[in-house]
């Protein structure tokens, strides 16, 4: 059993939610994680085992999600206290392991980053994935209409999710799809952006007057499945150059969202964006999707199926 400051909080893991991230820290391709051997695993979800005595917020024998910022892939996992929050009945172990990392990013960029508001014609990249799918939720609950792209197998599934006009990004240009679509006097709002490169680049020249970017990823990147410099490099050089002055011209923003870096030095906001994903969960306004659930001796098959990108929600692995 790991030591415990005052602040931290032991729970006793149930469920182990994956993340792409994982899969970059298992190849050594992501910054953040520690040097491999490591134990990696960002969510868990299960119950309060121990607490130090600055934490009143849950109690032992609760019932909690937690971001773990690594060390999850454990029987019993550490973390700070404002990165666990207790859940309601209703929501299963499985579910909640989607709401610490990727239900926070979804919040963060769509409520705490930008403002959406009803009417705003809204581009959500990804839009099947952990996150993706969190974002088209939100916002059409804000009343907004949502352009989302996704691979052609998933499009019944963006439809499901409420996309207003699911895009398969291997057959068809998202820019020409969009800009055809839009009514005469409309424009695009706001992008939602994990892929970055090109995408990003197509993405600013169709954004209209006063439109807020959101970048949270660059899988254009991480894709690649090795260090690369050459191929760095190529998708660096695809977000384009720029210059304040064009996006002084057009009042356009372009924001940069990094969750764990809110959660190691904006601890505060990370526990209150948390709660917020929790609330909106418990109301059913966010509503995860659980792809698929493996067992511990199966980590590596868990891994594959998140590496292939066969799955239509939550990639978990249960004790």
């Not at 024998?61 to 996992?77: D, M, N």
Request: contains cysteine.
């Amino acid at each position: 059993m790991p030591d415990i400051d005052d602040d931290e909080v032991i729970i006793e893991v149930k469920s182990i939610g994956l993340n792409f991230a994982d899969v970059l820290a298992r190849r050594g391709l992501y910054p953040d994680a520690p040097k491999n051997p490591a134990v990696l695993g960002y969510d868990v979800a299960g119950l309060v085992h121990s607490k130090g005595k600055d934490v009143l917020h849950v109690e032992i024998g609760q019932r909690v999600a937690a971001l773990t910022r690594f060390g999850g892939y454990t029987e019993y996992a550490k973390t700070f206290s404002e990165g666990v929050t207790a859940i309601p009945g209703h929501i299963s172990f499985e579910e909640a392991t989607a709401l610490a990392t990727q239900g926070c990013t979804a919040y963060y960029c769509a409520e705490e980053s930008v403002q959406l508001h009803a009417g705003d014609n809204v581009l959500v990249h990804a839009a099947a994935g952990g996150v993706g799918s969190l974002l088209v939720q939100y916002a059409k609950h804000k009343g907004c209409k949502v352009y989302g792209t996704a691979s052609s197998k998933k499009q019944d599934f963006l439809r499901e999710l409420g996309v207003d006009v699911p895009i398969d990004y291997t057959t068809q240009n998202f820019d020409q799809i969009i800009t055809n679509d839009l009514a005469e006097g409309q424009q695009l709002d706001v992008i939602f952006d994990s892929i970055g490169g090109s995408v990003f680049k197509k993405g600013m020249k169709i954004l209209g007057q006063g439109g807020r970017m959101v970048t949270f990823g660059a899988a254009s990147q991480m894709d690649k499945g090795k260090k690369n410099l050459i191929a760095t490099l190529k998708v660096g050089l695809g977000f384009g150059i720029f210059s304040p002055i064009p996006l002084l011209m057009k009042s356009q923003s372009i924001i940069t969202v990094n969750m764990l870096r809110i959660a190691d030095h904006r601890k505060n906001i990370f526990k209150h964006v948390f709660e917020e994903v929790i609330d909106l969960a418990g109301k059913k306004v966010l509503t995860p999707r659980v792809g698929k659930v493996f067992t511990v001796d199966q980590f590596a098959e868990a891994h594959e199926y998140l590496e292939q990108r066969k799955s239509l929600g939550k990639v978990v692995v249960n004790w």
